[in-house]
């Protein structure tokens, strides 16, 4: 098997939200596949109204495949805050036409105010590793996990374009949608991430710096956070630019020229234009200050690599066949 989903970015690439289809007949949710997590809800039918702001609802009663997993339960926190929590059913789940018959549909009966908030989001489809799915007593397997014996390939590739749909695609790396090489790295699972080495950065004028530092690779987080001294020197070439201690990030004149960021994976160089780099106001109501899309780490050893990084690469998640999952990376 092999299938290909598009994804849409929300306002300012705050997440990318990509339809799946769930039950029989099927119920369409658009979800946030997120490399940073493990586990697959959705809104539901079970949920207080008050929860519920013009999101589509899964209602397991309407689909003759649905199953309620008996006394399992699920709950969940995110590295933004935002929570959810409810009860487990199985259906049948597809995905750009790749479907696992049994996939453990996490239902929310709990969301925090941030998912009430996020009109357009349904839910959330985790792409980590298996060992951080967070059903109890028994724990559940991802989607990519369930279909990976059926896959062409054991990998699906994350295509972000800014401020454009891009794609997930399922089991075949598709040429058309990168150029020259794939550069692939190894990756530490032992967190449950998609972790890997960052061989180095640069930026502006200053030569790339071979300064090894770890990272996730994590769809579901907007901005890359990295370590603090080199966001620091990064904003340091930037006039005006300041640490908002309020926000614990950088803020700078929205008419500011950022210069390009650029990272390593092995002997290869990618870049994250300037551009990208201006993620947006810092709030509607000032047109002059805006917000940085590289922001410090909070010093938890290790930096988070979200969209504003991936949507500058090709970026493919491979479990590999025995052997350890690697990460690759190509220019497009
Ligand atoms: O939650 C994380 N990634 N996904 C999402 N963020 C917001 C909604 C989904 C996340 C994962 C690992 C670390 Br370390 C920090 C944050």
Not at 142 to 160: C, E, K, Q, R
Not at 284 to 301: K, V
Request: glycine share 10%; net charge negative; aromatic share 12%.
């Amino acid at each position: 098997d092999s299938g290909s989903a598009k994804t849409t970015p929300e306002k300012d690439d705050l997440e990318y939200l990509t339809p799946v289809s769930i039950g029989t007949p099927p119920q369409v949710l658009n979800l946030d596949f997120d490399s940073g997590s493990s586990d697959l809800w959705v809104f539901s039918s079970e949920l207080p109204q008050s929860s519920v702001s013009g999101q589509s609802l899964y209602d397991p009663s309407k689909s003759s495949t649905a199953e309620e997993v008996q006394g399992a339960t699920w709950n969940i926190s995110y590295g933004d805050q935002s929570s959810s929590n409810g009860i487990v059913y199985r259906d049948v789940v597809n995905v750009g036409g790749v479907e696992f018959k049994s996939q453990a549909v996490e239902i929310a009966t709990t969301v925090s105010s941030q998912f009430t908030r996020d009109t357009n989001n349904d839910g959330l489809l985790g792409l980590a590793f298996s060992s951080i799915n967070t059903v109890q007593p028994q724990q559940e397997k991802t989607f990519f996990d369930n279909i990976l014996s059926n896959l062409d390939a054991p990998v699906w590739t994350a295509d972000l374009k800014y401020h454009a749909p891009g794609t997930y695609d399922f089991g075949v790396i598709d040429k058309s949608k990168y150029t020259g090489d794939i550069t692939y790295t190894d990756v530490d699972q032992s967190d449950g991430f998609w972790m890997f080495d960052v061989a180095g950065y640069g930026f502006g004028n200053s030569t790339f710096k071979a300064a090894p530092f770890k990272g996730i690779a994590d769809t579901g987080t907007t901005l890359a956070m990295i370590p603090a001294e080199i966001a620091g020197a990064y904003y340091r070439q930037v006039k005006g630019a300041k640490l908002d201690s309020q926000q614990g990030a950088y803020v700078f004149p929205c008419d500011s020229v950022l210069p390009d960021f650029i990272f390593g994976v092995g002997n290869a160089r990618y870049t994250i234009p300037g551009k990208f780099i201006n993620y947006s106001l810092l709030d509607e109501s000032d047109p002059t200050t805006c917000f940085g899309g590289l922001q410090p780490d909070m010093g938890i050893g290790f930096a988070i690599l979200g969209d504003i990084l991936l949507k500058s690469t090709f970026v493919v998640f491979d479990a590999g066949t025995e052997s350890t999952p690697r990460l690759g990376f190509a220019k497009k």
